[in-house]
């Protein structure tokens, strides 16, 4: 497709405070009350990009070519991050991010042809590395044909092996809420008909990073504030507004198993996580 060489090593550093405001509405989003504890998952609402509106492109990312390469595939989807909780971060810090592409892998699937692109953040707090993560980004082909409208199911999924688990509905204000939050315009998340009828899915998508964040709430739900070393993620399946989730959890000593079950039954996102 394109020899991406010479954008392996590319970084980008940009700079945030954890606001009373921010903590505020990260909290409300989520539906839980405001405590001394920075929730983890709140450093995906930190040291956004900054795109001028009038640079944006159709789908609402920024335009191509910026800090990350102009992939030449249309569709663009958060696939997994592996994260490492080395610092809890506090009210009042002065947040360094430093971004770097650290691969840009080409893959053929069922869908069409792939592209990876890797992308390691460094959170600091002063001279402290708070977290670490790696983000893994993919880029598809467009979609063929639109997808047909469906309807959510009035079952509940068996969920017999899981010995934590809780249901959320993802409605159409807590995608915007988590869209704001995280200042992402990308318009599966909000423009039903674009998402339907431009990236063919059966209705506004729920961001992945807003399941992560809920698998980690639920997470400490059950065993306190900012208790995991390390988080890790990978989206199975796209969900939906107006269709159940169900968080569910198996905790084995010191690492549990977690993951998102969509309506039908079917694996979401996948999770592993450490205390």
Not at 15 to 31: E, Y
Not at 97 to 114: F, H, M, Q
Request: charged share 20%.
């Amino acid at each position: 497709m394109a020899d991406w060489a010479d954008w392996i090593g590319k970084s980008e550093t940009r700079h945030d405070v954890i606001t009373p405001g921010l903590l505020q509405r990260f909290c409300a989003t989520i539906d839980q009350p405001v405590t001394d504890d920075i929730p983890q998952g709140l450093h995906w609402c930190l040291c956004l990009p900054d795109t001028p509106t009038a640079e944006l492109a159709e789908d609402g990312h920024p335009a191509k070519g910026g800090f990350l390469p102009p992939i030449p595939l249309p569709r663009r989807m958060w696939a997994s991050s592996s994260v490492s909780f080395d610092h809890p971060l506090q009210r009042g810090d002065e947040i360094t991010r430093v971004s770097t592409v650290a691969s840009i892998d080409e893959k053929s699937g069922k869908s069409g042809d792939l592209v990876f692109v890797a992308v390691d953040h460094e959170t600091r707090v002063g001279d402290v590395v708070a977290i670490r993560e790696r983000q893994n980004i993919v880029y598809r082909e467009p979609a063929t044909t639109a997808a047909p409208a469906s309807l959510p199911s009035n079952e509940t999924p068996d969920l017999s092996g899981w010995a934590w688990q809780q249901t959320i509905l993802p409605t159409e204000p807590l995608l915007f809420r988590y869209s704001a939050l995280t200042f992402n315009s990308h318009r599966i998340h909000y423009d039903r008909p674009y998402a339907m009828q431009d990236e063919g899915y059966p209705g506004l998508v729920v961001q992945g990073p807003l399941m992560a964040t809920l698998l980690l709430n639920f997470a400490a739900s059950e065993l306190g504030a900012n208790r995991l070393s390390s988080f890790s993620f990978r989206g199975q399946a796209p969900a939906f507004a107006n269709a159940a989730i169900y968080l569910v959890g198996k905790p084995e000593g010191e690492t549990m198993t977690l993951a998102v079950i969509g309506h039908d039954g079917k694996e979401v996102m996948s999770a592993q996580a450490r205390i």
